[in-house]
């Protein structure tokens, strides 16, 4: 066919032409990982970032249509060339979607490590998932020389194949059809700001007017870590003195692996194994006994709790979105959502406009081919001095009695070097284990200023232990890690009570289920535990 393409000859109607738009949609494999997260039946992507999501959404919107564009066109044009130009054109394309392909499944698969994991703390998948991170660029680059010299050494083998990975691509291109819908209603979902309970509350217990309780809990602290093995080298003076004056628990059985289901199960007294949450962000958990799903009812919680036994609350913390979950029972709140959608690890913001979104992730896509991957946006220190801001203001704050801080120390990735105790992109889990201890240091001196510190109750506790299991399969895992832990798997997290004036420390070292922190502190609130020898008594009549 010669002379200029008319612009009608794009969609007629014989089959080729509709098997390219088809193409050109199912291109859209290329941000599969990026709009993925928005179209899971769980939702919790979006729940722990937080609404809106309308500037993320609609970068990605912008940039599937882009590649769905360049896509047909592409696939356009070269039907105009000379047949052995055509076909490794083709044999180019089908190659690049076929290495994709496996690389969006490696994606998928690493991002479901945790999933994977089972009681052996073994899981499947690790390896295969290191051994395609070290080879991800160079085979991308071998699939299409290989692509290259196949269809032009050996066209009688390349056609089909290429016909069979296009005919793929194409039945991908369907999927349009919905995806681009669930896309646009989740970019147009606004929740409006939750009102935080007055300050107005009932009258305090007698007795109870000025006491407070501060219950820190660090996500990731392991007792084991902290306390039983530290690292060479590694002092935490802190953690050491507050276990001597405190009443500690040396082997706490965990209630859980992850954050997202653990701290929910601490609120309200119930092993929560399966959660979801709805497209605008309320939270339902499995009740396994009945066999149905329950939306989490704030007054049930232990801040429910509080407030009806005339106590205000406040919380600060991340990851879980408390200020929406709770602010029926909170009269304080501030949370720091966490950047786990895969656009914004690489600089994809809420705030930034949609055209400013779309123009980042071209330049991800490339670095999945060229030698200089692209860097992650690091948010830890910034979130983490943002945090600590807020954690002292709150406990300045006398008038919050109850105060709950989640805090992001010592997860990793390392954000701290432990010799010069200043904050920095970089580090390990042991460094972060002298940032947590740093920051419980400045907080003690905090709630000692404060004008109830003599009546204030301290709890820390962790959620979870170091998950050795996850974090040894990660880029950041290193060499000294790997000595400290040797590799194994230490599940005991942190609880230690300290009471208003207790200067000598207590060991409980029989087992104790988790779960069992919600009744201890309910036990405070309701004036029944009020000194280590109630906490005992009382571990002593319900701790197994």
Known sequence: MSGPWPLAAIFR???????????????????????????????????????????????????????????????????????????????LFAGLMLWRMVDVLSQLLSSQIQVLYNEEGHIPWGPLSDLWIQIRKPSGIAVLLLAGILACALPRFTEPAVRTIRLAIAAFGFCALWIVPQLLHRALIHRPDDPLASLNLPAPASGTANRRIIWILFDELSYDQTFDHLAPGLVLPNFGRLRAESVSFSDLKPT??????????????????????????????????KNRWLALDAGATLFGLAQRNGWSTGVEGFYNPYCHLLASVLNSCSWEPVAILPLELHGVSEAKPWIANAAILPGTLLAGLNTSASNPVDVGVPRYLKMMKEAQTMIEDSQIRFVFLHLPVPHPPGMYDRKRHTLRSGGNYLDNLALADDTLGTLLQQINATPSAGETTLVITSDHSWRIPIWLHSEGWTGEEERVSGGRFDDRPVLLVHFPGETAGKDVD???????????????????????????????????
């Open 510 to 544: 029989a087992a104790v289920p988790e779960l069992l922190e919600h009744d201890m502190i309910a036990g405070m609130l309701k004036g029944k535990i009020n000194n280590p020898a109630d906490l005992t008594e009382f571990v002593a009549k319900h701790g197994q």
């Open 256 to 289: 859980g692996f992850y954050t997202e289901r653990i701290i929910p199960s601490l609120f309200l007294d119930r092993r929560i194994d399966r959660i979801r949450s709805t497209v605008d962000g309320e939270l339902w958990y499995k009740d396994e006994q």
């Open 13 to 91: 109607g014989h089959g080729v032409r509709k098997r390219t738009v088809l193409e050109a949609a199912g291109a859209s494999l290329l941000l599969l990982p990026y709009y993925l997260p928005f179209l899971g039946t769980s939702n919790l992507a979006v729940y722990h970032h937080g609404l809106p999501v309308t500037n993320l959404i609609g970068g990605l919107l912008v940039d599937l249509l882009g590649i769905a564009t360049l896509a047909f066109l592409f696939l356009f044009a070269i039907h105009y060339l000379p047949a052995a130009i055509e076909r490794v054109m083709l044999a």
